[in-house]
């Protein structure tokens, strides 16, 4: 078995069709860091572990860490590179300026592309939701809150702090 041996696959990658020879070991970060160009897209554990990677797939969020390349042959990828609109930020994207939702940045590019993803789900309807179904990514500087909060603002959800947990304070586990 030649574990050289190239697999011809068609992606969508933010609105462009992109084709790659790749081998079937190739992670879809990996494509996406290395082949495409597209270095938005951070590498943390490379184990499903931190969120960093996270892409959107169809419209779905997912680790690209954990998904070969030609699994997702023929499908619509979506990275931080794709979210604005031209020089339109995306709305998260200006939420997380406006609630400083980031110090390094480097979990910021999976976290956005999460939160899209989150919001296609329509599953959160309180903030401690989004907490909850933000919780597979991981913000080593802490910025838990201001992600929480720069999430509720778009989505305009109640926010259920009831006054016991100020946003700009302390880190707080998602
Ligand atoms: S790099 Fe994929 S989950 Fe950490
Ligand atoms: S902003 Fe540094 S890891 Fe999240």
Not at 17 to 43: C, I, N, P, Q
Not at 86 to 112: K, M, N, S, V
Not at 119 to 147: F, H, W
Request: with cysteine; glycine share 10%.
């Amino acid at each position: 078995m030649d574990l050289y041996q190239q697999y011809p696959i068609l992606l969508h990658i933010n609105g462009q069709e992109r084709r790659f020879e790749v081998e079937s070991w190739v992670t879809l970060l990996d494509l996406l860091r290395e082949r495409a160009a597209l270095t938005g897209t951070k590498k943390g554990c490379d184990h499903g572990q931190c969120g960093a990677c996270t892409v959107l797939v169809d419209g779905r969020r997912i680790n690209s860490c954990l998904t070969l390349a030609v699994m997702q042959d023929g499908r619509a990828v979506t990275t931080v590179e794709g979210l604005a609109q031209g020089e339109q930020l995306h709305p998260l994207q200006q939420a997380f300026i406006e609630r400083d939702a980031f110090q390094c940045g480097y979990c910021t590019p999976g976290q956005l592309c999460s939160a899209a993803g989150l919001i296609n789900e329509g599953q959160a309807k309180t903030r401690d939701d989004v907490r909850e179904l933000m919780s597979g990514n991981l913000c080593r500087c802490g910025a838990y809150p201001q992600i929480a909060q720069a999430v509720v603002d778009v989505m305009g959800i109640r926010d259920d702090r009831d006054g016991k947990e100020p946003f700009t304070t302390g880190p707080v586990l998602a």
